[in-house]
């Protein structure tokens, strides 16, 4: 007779996932931009609404790419880059950012690499014929706080001696 409430169930535990707003503050990219990627299908996230939802992999898609147009690559160059890690590599930039080393993403625009062995990285460069670009993915995920924290990179000879200056004044 009377209408009870259904109990909901528990919520799994679900991947961790950003709001358009977290992703603009992390990466430096505006709301507006972030929408038109959407709409280009550049980087398309979940919608729950009118709200759009990353999963961590599209959030590293997005710090690189706006690397990439930081260093003046067009969409459509980098359209060419997530073509080639999301499918001629089959892998997800959420896949790389797991391992314990450190990959960077080499192109010219033309050409693309995926490296995780510094002298590769060198060689590519010296046998370039125009300027390439390098792009820390692996930097990236930790920058948003996805990486995991056993990749932590060394510090850098000025902030060593920023820090061992600290611990010398304690």
Known sequence: MFKTKKAKPEPQPAERSFASSEIS??????????????????????HEGHKRVYLPEEAVEIAVIAELRRKGFSLQKIRSVLRFLQKEMGKRLNEIFGAEREWHLVT????????????RIIDIFR???????????TDQARRLGIAQSATARKPVRAEFSVNQRKAHAV
């Open 25 to 46: 503050e992390m990466t430096g990219v505006s709301l507006r931009q972030l929408q038109w990627w959407d709409e280009q299908k550049v980087v398309s996230p979940r």
């Open 108 to 119: 010219d625009g033309k050409q693309i690499y995926l490296e995780d062995n510094n002298q």
């Open 127 to 137: 046998d370039a014929k125009q300027p390439m670009f390098l792009v820390c993915v």
